[in-house]
């Protein structure tokens, strides 16, 4: 009878032996944690020398931009109106329930006012002049605009043309017949002033 070797001292703690047969999904686990052991010891994190973070700190971060808005730039100028808003019917008086008007350069639209105190009511054949005030502060505009802005604008250069805008809640008094009549009335002006700082007014055409 064949006798059994001894087991040596430094065996009697040994890891049993892995079986024979062992589950697909365990090969695979097994597998990609080996695979990630191998990655971690290929590339070991390097810390950043203090010069290099230094350096890091000074320099400014890119913040990333919309594209078009470099195209844009803005305006500002201030705009002052005397409106005089007349009723060339001698018979029937006319009330303005609601006055506002908007200031165009080019086709964009760089201010807006109401006129107030309402309604304004204008007499048969007569006239109520109303000042307007236009502000236009930090409007943006595109960059083509903007280049036809600073080309008026400048000493020496032609006459800035705005295209000023009314919108008009007119209302018609029929005293003799107790009938109102009200509708829509959208006037237009076209304005060509003198660059600043005068900003004199040369002509107009409504």
């Known amino acids: 009878m064949a006798s059994r070797p001894a087991t040596k001292p430094w065996q009697k703690h040994a890891p049993p032996r892995r079986p024979s047969y062992v589950p697909l999904w365990q090969r695979r686990v ?12 290929a590339a070991p994190p390097r810390a950043a020398a203090p010069e290099e973070q230094q350096q890091a700190e000074k320099t400014p971060r890119r913040t990333s931009t919309k594209r078009g808005d470099s195209a ?4 500002s100028a201030n705009l002052t109106v005397l409106a005089a808003i007349s009723n060339p019917n001698t018979k029937i008086g006319i009330v ?9 350069f080019e086709d964009s639209v760089v201010a807006a006012q ?12 007569g ?8 502000v236009v502060s930090g409007v943006s505009v595109t960059r083509q605009d ?3 802005w600073r080309n008026a604008t400048a000493k020496g250069g032609r006459p800035v043309a705005l295209r000023l805008a009314g919108r008009f809640r007119t209302q018609l008094n029929f005293d003799r017949w107790f009938f ?18 005068s900003g004199a007014l040369r002509r107009s055409r409504c």
Do not use: M, N
């Open 96 to 104: 303005l329930r609601y006055v506002r008007f908007d200031l165009y």
């Open 72 to 75: 844009r730039r803005v305006i």
């Open 146 to 148: 903007a280049a036809l």
């Open 127 to 134: 006239s109520v002049p109303r000042r307007v005030h236009l």
């Open 30 to 41: 097994e597998e990609e944690e080996e695979k990630k052991k191998q990655r971690h010891a």
């Open 114 to 125: 109401a006129v107030w105190p309402a309604p304004v009511q204008v007499a048969p054949g």
């Open 180 to 197: 109102r009549y009200r509708y829509w009335v959208k006037p237009q002006c076209t304005l060509w002033l003198d660059p600043p700082p």
